[in-house]
């Protein structure tokens, strides 16, 4: 899914056409055959499930579920993030639960080899599943609605035509099987887990470089100290490694609390992403089609209902809020030359050069922001569709909620690398061989504040670096939720 929300193309199997093909006749004639209501098919939705369609009325109810709820608006999620909606629509589509057409996965699988991108929104989201966005995404398919391309807001119709492509006509229970179950919610676990891995992993590299400027004692990173915490045994002898052949300075008895816990607050963010991909997996392989046709018949289901996915995004961030507060901790103790030694706010000028004092004040600001963010998006459910909707998820706001805090993380990951480095050249030492590296590129983005310059852009360059940095210390390091 990761793959091919970053552009990777698709193809679908032939052998699982004809499986497709083969449930679809089946999922036809139970419909043929029934003599119950089936819901959204040949009812209306919500409240109004007990109102039977006439046949006439059953014609084109496919096509207007797509169009009546889609009352969103921007901001539009990126085009990775849609990219990751129709790869997990098209999972959804091809299970046999579900009944769609092998015409309609072939169409789903096109639309992401040509690069269509309808424009999905990303707030707003007040309903028990995900019908707002997803009326928005699919409703294109049928020429309706708006897509995006460079950025720019294209009608559906106009974006098929360039592509020479018809627009398709959903069949009996195709329009409410592409309005059900919870694509987008899981579209955010997969991505911000891969996200919010480095970010991690960046913090950790952060806490290495805050012991390597300090001296601090490394005796508390020996990985035995994780007892059978495999997580954290793992971040220790992470840090330990990092730090190798730092040198220490003899008359610091012991470093401040945020530099000691730095590992603590990295392994239970790694446990919590770990959690949350795990949930991702198994919603992703399980039918959430409603109805389901389950056993030769037609069975309402809760697979919109992500809550998992909602209180786990939840989870997470709150824990990289914890380590948001650690690493700011760690900046005012850098800057303070009772604990590092050095001159204070790290200038060579005390009093005429404010120093990085400013920095800190930004890294102070975001974390204020994140603290904000790490409220719980899932909970607070109201009455909707006169009640026969009193139940939500909010996974998407908890998606969103995740999202930026990531964006605020890095910022303040960026603003804790600038005042390491900056200790560092004041310090004068070689530092810890496996962070050189890090000093060097860092030094390359901002370097040394020997005299006050304004750093706002080069903070903002850091942080891009921050997300593209892939080899030597900043490699993937394995342990983040793999």
Request: charged share 20%; aromatic share 4%.
């Amino acid at each position: 899914m990761r793959r091919i929300a970053a552009g990777a193309p698709v193809r679908l199997d032939d052998g699982l056409m004809t499986a497709v093909a083969a449930h679809r006749k089946r999922v036809l004639a139970a419909l043929t055959q029934s003599a119950k209501p089936v819901y959204g098919v040949n009812t209306g939705m919500g409240r109004l499930a007990g109102t039977v369609l006439t046949a006439e009325q059953q014609a084109d109810h496919q096509v207007r579920l797509l169009i009546g709820r889609a009352v969103g608006g921007p901001p539009w999620l990126p085009d990775d993030d849609v990219r990751a909606v129709l790869a997990v629509r098209l999972r959804d589509v091809l299970m046999p639960e579900t009944g769609a057409s092998a015409e309609l996965a072939r169409f789903v699988a096109d639309r992401l080899n040509d690069g269509f991108v309808p424009a999905v929104p990303r707030t707003g989201l007040g309903s028990a599943g995900e019908i707002i966005p997803l009326c928005h995404a699919f409703q294109t398919f049928a020429g309706i609605g708006t897509v995006l391309e460079n950025g720019r807001e294209v009608p559906a119709a106009q974006a098929l035509s360039s592509r020479g492509v018809d627009p398709y006509r959903p069949g009996p229970k195709e329009g409410i099987s592409l309005l059900q179950g919870t694509p987008v919610a899981v579209a955010h676990a997969l991505l911000r887990v891969e996200q919010a891995s480095l970010a991690v992993d960046r913090q950790l590299v952060t806490c290495a470089m805050a012991v390597d400027v300090l001296g601090a004692p490394r005796a508390v990173y020996r990985s035995a100290l994780g007892g059978p915490d495999r997580v954290l045994t793992g971040v220790l002898a992470e840090v330990h490694a990092l730090t190798a052949e730092a040198a220490e300075r003899p008359e610091l008895v012991q470093a401040p609390v945020s530099v000691r816990v730095a590992p603590h607050a990295v392994a239970y963010a790694r446990r919590t992403l770990a959690e949350l991909e795990s949930a991702a997996g198994r919603v992703l392989a399980m039918p959430t089609d409603s109805p389901a046709f389950v056993e030769g018949e037609f069975v309402s289901t809760a697979g919109f209902h992500a809550t998992e996915l909602g209180l786990r995004m939840d989870a997470v961030t709150a824990s990289l809020t914890h380590l948001a507060e650690v690493g700011v901790q760690r900046i005012h103790r850098m800057l303070d030359d009772r604990f590092s030694g050095l001159p204070a706010q790290l200038t060579p000028d005390p009093g005429p050069q404010a120093g990085l004092s400013p920095l800190h004040k930004r890294a102070v600001g975001e974390l204020h922001a994140m603290r904000l963010l790490s409220t719980p998006a899932t909970l607070g459910s109201l009455d909707t569709s006169a009640g026969q909707e009193d139940v939500q998820a909010f996974a998407c706001a908890a998606g969103e909620q995740l999202r930026e805090a990531l964006d605020r993380l890095l910022v303040i990951t960026a603003c804790e690398l600038i005042t390491a480095h900056q200790a560092h050249v004041l310090r004068g030492n070689p530092g810890a061989p496996a962070l050189r590296d890090v000093y060097r590129q860092v030094g390359e983005i901002v370097p040394a504040v020997l005299v006050d310059r304004p750093l706002g852009p080069e903070i903002t360059a850091l942080v891009r670096a921050l997300r593209s940095w892939r080899s030597g210390p900043w490699a993937p390091r394995g342990g983040s939720a793999s």
